[in-house]
């Protein structure tokens, strides 16, 4: 739909003044083309449930309270994950990537593994940026590489991290 919309938009404007096109279906779906691509990206939204601390075992309780405040206690996140897949659109389907096999892919790769768990214990450093690198990491290795990836983890409303190939749309 949001390649139809923006040629069609295109063709009724002239030259180059359309940007980007966004088409949302619903709150967790979305999709964008861009005027300087030939790709089109679907995003889709996930949640899940995790504890951890900052902490450097290194580092004193004191220490560590001084460095990193009260994230250095015990604490959970509501984690938000906004990943997005671009990549020419298949004629056949009309779709960059099939909706299930989107959903499964991001349920095995990071859902099941990471929902109501300690990510200290998985993943040692917990900061926003470690987390969101080492889920870009899984995420990509699961990949096919004619896909670019972008990945948003949403770990409060004003921290989130962004991590995502060189080349999306």
């Known amino acids: 739909i949001a390649l ?5 938009l295109t063709q009724r404007l002239g030259g180059d003044q359309l940007l980007k096109v966004r088409v949302s279906e619903g709150r967790r779906l979305w999709s964008e083309v861009s005027r300087d691509s030939k790709r089109a990206a679907i995003y889709r939204k996930f949640k899940i449930n995790c504890v951890h601390r900052h902490h450097n075992p290194q580092l004193d309780s004191a ?3 001084s460095l990193f405040g009260k994230c250095s206690e015990l604490h959970g996140h509501e984690y938000f994950l906004e990943v997005g897949v ?3 659109v ?3 389907t009309g779709l960059v990537m099939r909706r299930p096999a989107f959903d499964d892919w991001v349920n095995e790769t990071l ?3 990471y929902d109501k768990s300690y990510l200290n214990e ?3 450093n917990t900061s926003g940026e470690l987390i969101a690198s080492r889920f870009f990491a899984e995420l990509r290795s699961k ?3 004619s896909l670019q990836l972008s990945l948003t983890v949403r770990e409060t409303r004003k921290n989130s991290f962004l991590v995502c190939d060189e080349a999306f749309l």
Do not use: E, T
């Open 4 to 8: 139809f919309i923006f040629a069609y």
């Open 63 to 65: 220490a560590n309270k």
């Open 86 to 88: 671009s990549g020419v």
């Open 90 to 92: 298949d004629p056949a």
């Open 111 to 113: 859902i099941q593994p």
């Open 122 to 124: 998985i993943l040692g």
């Open 143 to 145: 990949l096919n590489n």
